[in-house]
């Protein structure tokens, strides 16, 4: 799962392109992406704008259920997944985390979600790596400021 947190503003170019095709080109978007070698290198590119962490089938059912769309104006409810063949959305989760979908792969569906800011805020820097006590890049603890985004 990858978080933009600062948005595209003052990037470069190449920064610009990562992101958008990481889909994640606005402030507060996520996507889920694999763990392979390009996605790697577009993070570590833009490593100083998003956070990256591996995602858990729970958070991403949750995700799913709050903030998938099929469109812009519409939800991914029920009559949705139906017509994508799955029951619920932890089905869908489980599909993708095993066959280590994109979530663009999955047709019908949004590539990204739109998330807010977390509640209570970001309790450390926007401005540093998770090496160097922030928030940016390989974050382990991702997962906890997803579940406040949401």
């Known amino acids: 799962m990858v978080v933009n947190l600062h948005g595209s503003i003052n990037s470069s170019a190449p920064v610009r392109k990562a992101l958008n095709e990481l889909w994640v ?23 100083d704008y998003v956070a990256w962490a591996p995602v858990d089938e729970d958070l991403l059912a949750d995700l799913l259920s709050k903030r998938g769309m099929v469109s812009t104006s519409r939800p991914l409810d029920q009559a949705a997944l139906k017509g994508l063949g799955f029951n619920d959305h932890k089905a869908l989760a489980a599909q993708m985390i095993k066959e280590q979908k994109r979530l663009a792969a999955v047709p019908g569906v949004l590539p990204y979600f739109r998330l807010a800011p977390p509640k209570g805020g970001f309790k450390r820097s926007l401005r ?11 974050n382990p603890k991702l997962d906890e400021i997803v579940r406040r985004m949401v």
């Open 128 to 138: 540093r790596q998770s090496t160097e006590k922030g928030t940016l890049g390989s």
């Open 25 to 47: 080109a606005k402030k507060f978007s996520a996507s889920v992406v694999p763990d392979d070698a390009p996605t790697v290198g577009m993070l570590r590119l833009c490593k």
